[in-house]
């Protein structure tokens, strides 16, 4: 599971310097809840190769009272769901009461703490930030948000053993009989290669049949959620236990259907009673998040009424980042005059053009009336993210398309395709290789993309298709590969060196 940070601290200390910095160009989701006058801010970020989950709090300074009050809840809650909180203090302001009441209360959550002075640009850091030493939180880690400066070092840190975990992996994986000899290919070595690399594509191959799908129902708070996997399950409704843990399990129910197996993650389900923060119980956008990254399929519920709101969109955007397949359902398509339904649909076109890959459902979950059709686009994305496709085939297709269309020059060289093959499932990666392929142009990157997707008919997830220069099928990969990639790495050179 994807870790969670949480930036916490009295405003204007430089958490939304910190967590844009953090989450760059990636997708922000803002969590606005009716009565609150802020927004939290959820992002995804990275450090190596770890991906975690951000979460700015926005705000708590200890004194809150009435609306405010319920804004410190939000930000608690946060807390509770975090693994680490980085709670920020500004070096130039100094000490504040306000930052005391927030280190008081840091105490009392007994969750992982480090203490961030930021601002420390072009002032004595040193002594500026030794005051803070008051609140009794131990080191203080000095930043520059703005800069920059000693995030790298704060967040290894922070995700100090989810890093450890992850290089120890790693290690155990190249340690494995490596001679560190590297391969020249020939055409004729090429040829066989990529038969072997076929083979063992085979002899591996994990029956995705087999599996049972996993299926994540996620949408914004009240777009009806629960309703629709009250009415999937219907009779069959599988007695749910309040899992002890966090508030960021969502519940895992098995269900069949069409004697096909899935796995309902139910993000909406579970409800736990008698507790203060009711609204942020009831939808939690860090378990949404690790939702999407634990489902195969998504399904994102909007709402009919309500429009695409920009929630619906980042939550799309995480959903295509995290490279699940998705199958979008448009409910509470009831009792819409016909007038209202051709808008809706407009605005849908309008809106949700770029993922025309992926199938639209109008459905009424009250009624049930579209609902039953949904599981078609669910396994059919799934087994679109999950077929196997032979290195020859791809190689084709790929060939196929430059017939088509030739690549351009580039510094006047005509950019050569030789071969493609998979790099992997969920969503699928096609890598092409060939000569100057990373200096291709975008438009013909999407030509080829969408070349794959029609011929493969691809319908309900995202393609990956990356670019290799040259000819050896792993040349220059290794950094890129996960540790599952890197073992079928090493095992395919001694297959092919046998030989
Ligand atoms: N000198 C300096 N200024 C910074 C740094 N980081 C943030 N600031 C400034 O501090 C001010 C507040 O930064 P924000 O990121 O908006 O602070 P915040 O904690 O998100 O504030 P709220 O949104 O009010 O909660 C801005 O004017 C930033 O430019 C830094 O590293 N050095
Ligand atoms: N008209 C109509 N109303 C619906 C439909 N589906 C759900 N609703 C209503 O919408 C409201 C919210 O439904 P929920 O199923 O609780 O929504 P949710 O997404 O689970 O909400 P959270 O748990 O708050 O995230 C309820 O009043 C439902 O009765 C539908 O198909 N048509």
């Known amino acids: 599971m994807m870790p969670v940070v949480a930036l916490v601290g009295r405003p204007n200390v430089g958490k939304s ?18 009565g609150l006058t802020r927004d939290r801010k959820y992002g995804q970020a990275k450090v190596g190769e770890l991906e975690f989950i951000v979460v700015d709090t926005g705000g708590i300074d200890g004194t809150e009272e009435g609306i405010e009050l319920k804004m410190a809840e939000q930000s608690l809650a946060a807390i509770d769901e975090a693994d680490v909180v ?12 306000a930052d005391e009441a927030i280190a008081n209360h840091l105490r009392r959550c007994q969750k992982k703490t480090l203490l961030v002075a930021n601002k420390t640009d072009g002032i004595d850091a040193d002594s500026a930030v030794s005051e803070f030493y008051l609140l009794g939180l131990g080191d203080i880690y000095q930043i520059a948000a703005a800069h920059g400066r000693g995030v790298l070092s704060l967040l290894e840190t922070a995700l100090a053993p989810q890093l450890e975990a992850l290089a120890a992996e790693r290690e155990a994986v190249e340690a494995e009989e490596d001679d560190g000899e590297e391969l020249e290919f020939d055409e004729q070595d090429l040829a066989e290669a990529m038969e072997a690399l076929d083979e063992l594509e085979e002899e591996e191959a994990t029956p995705f049949e087999d599996l049972p799908i996993k299926l994540a129902i996620v949408g914004r708070p009240n777009v009806g959620k629960s309703t629709l996997t009250n009415r999937i399950l219907g009779e069959e409704r599988v007695v749910v236990y309040d899992m002890p843990g966090t508030t960021r399990d969502s519940v895992y129910i098995p269900m069949q259907r069409d004697e096909r197996d899935f796995i309902l993650i139910d993000t909406a389900g579970v409800r736990r009673r008698g507790k203060v923060h009711e609204t942020v119980e009831k939808f939690s956008v860090i378990k949404t998040l690790q939702a999407i990254e634990d489902a195969n399929v998504v399904l994102l519920v909007l709402d009919a009424r309500e429009g695409i709101s920009d929630q619906d969109l980042s939550l799309l955007g995480f959903v295509l980042n995290a490279g699940r397949s998705i199958v979008l359902a448009v409910n509470k398509w009831d009792g819409l005059s016909q007038d209202v339904k051709d808008d809706i649909k407009r605005e849908l076109d309008r ?17 049930g009336s579209g609902v039953g059709n949904l599981f078609g686009s669910v396994v059919e994305a799934y087994e679109s993210a999950t077929r196997r496709v032979n290195t020859s085939m791809l190689t084709r297709i790929m060939q196929m398309a430059q017939d088509d269309h030739q690549p351009p020059l580039v510094r006047g060289r005509r950019v050569k395709l030789k071969y493609a093959h998979a790099g992997g499932y969920n969503p699928p990666r096609i890598i092409v290789h060939g000569n100057q392929v990373k200096d291709l142009p975008d438009s013909y990157k999407r030509y080829l993309i969408n070349y794959f997707r029609r011929s493969l008919q691809i319908m309900g997830t995202p393609i990956r298709v990356e670019f290799q220069e040259g000819d050896n099928p792993y040349a220059g990969l290794k950094n890129k590969l996960t540790a599952t990639q890197l073992r079928k790495r090493k095992r395919l050179m001694k297959f092919i060196k046998k030989k």
């Open 351 to 367: 809106r949700l053009g770029f993922i025309d890959f992926a199938r639209l459902h109008f459905i009424s979950a009250l009624h």
């Open 86 to 97: 980085l709670f920020m203090v500004d070096a130039r302001a100094g000490l504040t009461v």
């Open 17 to 34: 310097t910190l967590f844009n910095r953090l989450t760059r160009t990636r997708d922000a989701l803002v969590a606005d809840f009716p």
